[in-house]
Structure formats: structure tokens, C-alpha cells
């Protein structure tokens, strides 16, 4: 069965104290892995697709990686803006179309 | 940059009520697919569509149809909506192709009274 895990549940950081959020996954086949972020109230907003192990994506303080396992997303001397819901997903084994997402990280950044 | 337009951000029905979600994308988007959003629960697709009048169940189908006459219109339809239906709908749509992202609207906060 495809599970897509994210950890930790929430993160609370001080401004400008860098941390990671894992995503670990149990796709067979990994075509692929996204990262999303969601404010409340509102839908996902695509951040990266990381299509293979090794490969790195950055966007102002947000960096994405993965491994054959797992993928980090790097938040490096966050603001209070960054804070957000953070979801990533995985194209599903039995469909391509289909994602299998992850319950997400809470991050709040305190001023 | 894509858009997904959800046609409400907050709905309140009545249980047994007939309600149907709108969602128009404006990128030319093969699939097009509807979520649901609830705490604990995370993001569960309910069904989705790979072209116009072809549709396909997701995870959680039970209690709602879809109707795609447009490749830019997916509906949502509750047949007959029940409490337990209360949640955040989320319709998302997607490019043809591998690897490629869905992108979603805004969703609407539905509460079935």
C-alpha cells in the first residue's frame, strides 16, 4: 500500500532558526515527488517536483531534496511569512494521475 | 499561471438536499479532480476525470457523483447531502503528462445542517 509520512506533525521556529521537514514514502516505482504549501483557508499552492534521487529544487529559503527513501524540505533563516501548512505527495503505484498525499507539517515562525 | 476557480468559498445546505460544486480551470487541462479536506484526515480524492465525460473513482466516492460536459468544468454533486458531508472540497486540475504537478483551487467550506 502506497503511505506518504511527513514529520514532524508541527514545528514552531524563531525567526531565522533554520530546520527541516522529512517526507518519507512507500511508493513502488517513485515517478516523482511534489511539495505543496497551504495557508489556512486556502488550497495547495505547488512549490517543487523532485523527479529523481539526488536532485535539488530552491526557492528563496526553501530547499528540496530526496533520496531513494525520503525527501527533506530545508528552510533555511525562515520569516514569520513562511509559516504555513507543508504537504508533499507522491504520484500513487496504481495510477500515475493519482497522488497519495502526506498529513502534512504545521511550521510557525515567531518573530 | 494556472487558475482553478471554485464557484463558492462558503456554502450551508440542509441535509437531503441535492448540492452541486463548481469548478472551472482556465489551462487546458486533461484531469481534473475533486478533494475533500478534513482535520486528522488530510487530502481525499474523491473522483476525477481524464477527459471530457470520462470519469474514474477515487478513495472515498461513496455519496457524491461528478459531471464533466466541458474539459474546462468539473461538478461535484451531492445527491443527497448528509451531515458527515461537512469538510473543505478541494477541486484540483493537471496537465497531461509524467511528473507533472496539480494544481489547485481555493476550495469551498461546505456545512450540511
Known amino acids: 500500500e502506497d503511505q506518504v509520512t511527513q514529520s514532524p506533525e508541527a514545528l514552531r521556529l524563531q525567526e531565522g532558526e533554520s530546520s527541516s521537514l522529512n517526507c518519507s514514502y512507500t511508493?513502488?516505482?517513485?515517478?516523482?515527488l511534489f511539495w505543496y504549501r497551504q495557508d489556512p483557508g486556502k488550497g495547495p499552492e505547488f512549490l517543487f517536483t523532485?523527479?529523481?534521487a539526488g536532485e535539488e529544487k530552491e526557492k528563496e529559503r526553501l530547499k528540496a531534496t530526496l533520496t531513494k527513501k525520503e525527501s527533506f524540505l530545508h528552510i533555511t533563516a525562515p520569516k514569520p511569512e513562511d509559516s504555513a501548512t507543508y504537504l508533499c505527495?507522491?504520484?500513487?503505484?496504481?495510477?500515475?494521475?493519482?497522488?497519495?498525499f502526506g498529513s502534512g507539517t504545521q511550521l510557525t515562525v515567531l518573530p | 499561471d494556472v487558475k482553478v476557480t471554485q464557484s463558492s468559498r462558503y456554502l450551508v445546505k440542509r441535509t437531503g438536499e441535492k448540492v452541486f460544486l463548481e469548478c472551472v480551470q482556465d489551462?487546458?487541462?486533461?484531469?481534473m479532480f475533486w478533494y475533500r479536506q478534513d482535520p486528522g484526515l488530510g487530502l481525499r480524492l474523491i473522483y476525477f476525470?481524464?477527459?471530457?465525460?470520462?470519469?474514474e473513482k477515487g478513495d472515498i466516492p461513496e455519496g457524491y457523483s461528478v459531471s464533466r460536459e466541458k474539459k474546462e468544468r468539473f461538478s461535484l454533486i451531492l445527491e443527497s447531502a448528509s451531515t458527515n458531508q461537512t469538510s473543505m472540497y478541494l477541486c484540483?486540475?493537471?496537465?497531461?503528462?509524467?511528473?507533472?504537478?496539480?494544481?489547485f483551487g481555493d476550495g469551498t467550506r461546505l456545512s450540511i445542517l
Open positions: 511508493v513502488s516505482g517513485l515517478r516523482g
Open positions: 523532485l523527479y529523481s
Open positions: 505527495a507522491s504520484p500513487s503505484s496504481g495510477s500515475a494521475r493519482q497522488l497519495t
Open positions: 489551462m487546458d487541462h486533461e484531469n
Open positions: 484540483a486540475s493537471m496537465n497531461a503528462g509524467v511528473n507533472q504537478p496539480q494544481h
Open positions: 476525470s481524464y477527459d471530457v465525460k470520462m470519469k
